[in-house]
């Protein structure tokens, strides 16, 4: 796999210029988006919020695209991982600049909290492994696909396929409404599976958990979900905790599918 890459001084020239691009493009996204709430007045904590919202939306949108914009597995790797790795850098401004982030404070039951809803060092670290999941698995998924075209489909795919478990408060509801409507005894038993299902499922409940004691930050009960009760999940359904590194297991689980099913399709096509 190695012999497809140039020499090293070589392959860095050509790379640089796509590291550079990856990195600055996802600093203005998600420090902009910060900076932009901040402006806005909506304070230190929904500024902080809505950046990480950001980022896992970001990490959706040009990971994909990333990993289709090359062939060749190392440069698909660094470029989707540079915007992984460029976030985290992000996040690290926004503990700098926020009051308080930086340091953060251990409560009487270990938890490390910021002061004022602000994200901490830990906290970013945390965020970073399900970005860094929803990469690898993008990179993963538009491996399996081949030539130039089946890499953009794919990409696609994959995209539509992460923004689907970014959404799934909105559109779970039929399936938890059906399954808490079953005629059988276990109905409520199915019910709260489906809603763990759902919850686990998605990146932005992990970035929730692994920032939980700073910003107390729930999908399902922000304003504008809860209001206009775009969800089941909440009140008619309540899902148990999500441990913050759910997703990057189960994004991880399908990088590995995706790598074993490569494999064993290029085992085969080589026996023939």
């Known amino acids: 796999m190695f012999r497809e890459l140039p020499p090293l001084r070589t392959f860095l020239r050509q790379e640089l210029w796509w590291w550079v691009g990856v990195a600055a493009a996802t600093m203005v996204v998600i420090v902009g988006v910060y900076a932009a709430g901040r402006w806005g007045g909506v304070g230190v904590r929904n500024a902080t919020v809505a950046a990480l919202v950001a980022a896992a939306v970001w990490m959706t949108l040009v990971g994909p695209a990333l990993a289709a914009s090359s062939g060749e597995w ?55 492994v399900t970005l860094a999941a929803m990469a690898a698995a993008a990179v993963f998924v538009v491996r399996m696909a081949r030539g130039v075209w089946a890499r953009q489909a794919a990409a696609l795919v994959c995209s539509a396929g ?76 309540t899902p148990t905790p999500t441990p913050w590194f759910v997703a990057a297991i189960l994004l991880g689980g399908v990088s590995v599918v995706c790598i074993v099913i490569r494999a064993v399709r290029r085992k085969v096509t080589s026996d023939k």
């Not at 850098?89 to 409560?107: D, F, K, L, Q, T």
């Not at 909290?113 to 970073?128: E, H, M, P």
């Not at 709260?192 to 692994?210: F, G, K, L, M």
Request: aromatic share 10%.
């Open 74 to 128: 190392v440069r698909q790797l660094l470029r989707a991982g540079t915007a992984a790795d460029a976030a985290l850098v992000a996040m690290w401004v926004i503990v700098a600049v926020s009051p308080g982030g930086a340091g953060g404070e251990i409560g009487e039951s270990g938890v490390v909290s910021g002061a004022g809803g602000t994200l901490t060092f830990w906290g970013a670290c945390k965020v970073y």
């Open 162 to 237: 992460l923004f689907a478990l970014l959404a799934t408060p909105l559109w779970t509801g039929g399936i938890i409404a059906a399954a808490s409507a079953s005629s059988r005894d276990n109905a409520r038993h199915w019910r709260d599976r489906v809603t763990t299902a759902a919850v686990w499922a998605n990146p932005v409940y992990s970035i929730a958990s692994a920032t939980a004691a700073e910003l107390q930050y729930t999908p399902h009960q922000s304003d504008y979900i809860y209001s206009a009760e775009l969800t089941l999940i909440g009140d008619y359904a």
